[in-house]
């Protein structure tokens, strides 16, 4: 079992910045990829990024390359998204999630544990 915390989440303005981090705990952080997810409300949960349990692997959606970086920290058991020049359309619930296979998949049924989300509101 994982248990997976999000924070950081908030209100900022049109083109500023905000970075989220999930603190894990329980089975050993390092054996899982991890990815984050979000929620707009009324819409779908769609894939953001993943990074592979080593860190070494990335890959993102296209409407957040450039704009935002998943980097992990293995010793404090932590994940991160940096998110730059945000737009009114990043508004959403944003989860991590941690896959036991790393598969850094975009299909969010492949992801065993989920934090239970944290709010991001982009206003203009």
């Known amino acids: 079992q994982v248990q997976l915390v999000e924070f950081g989440g908030g209100l900022v303005q049109t083109g500023g910045s905000l970075r989220l981090s999930c603190a894990a705990s329980g089975r050993t952080f390092s054996n899982y990829g991890m990815a984050w997810f979000r929620q707009a409300a009324g819409k779908e949960r769609e894939f953001v990024a993943a990074i592979s349990w080593s860190g070494l692997s990335t890959n993102y959606a296209d409407s957040v390359k450039g704009r935002f970086t998943i980097s992990r920290d293995n010793a404090k058991n932590t994940v991160y998204l940096q998110m730059n020049s945000l737009k009114s359309e990043d508004t959403a619930v944003y989860y991590c999630?941690?896959?036991?296979?790393?598969?850094?998949?975009?299909?969010?049924?492949?992801?065993?544990?989920w934090g239970q989300g944290t709010q991001v509101t982009v206003s203009s």
């Open positions: 999630a941690a896959d036991r296979t790393s598969s850094r998949s975009t299909n969010y049924h492949r992801y065993d544990y």
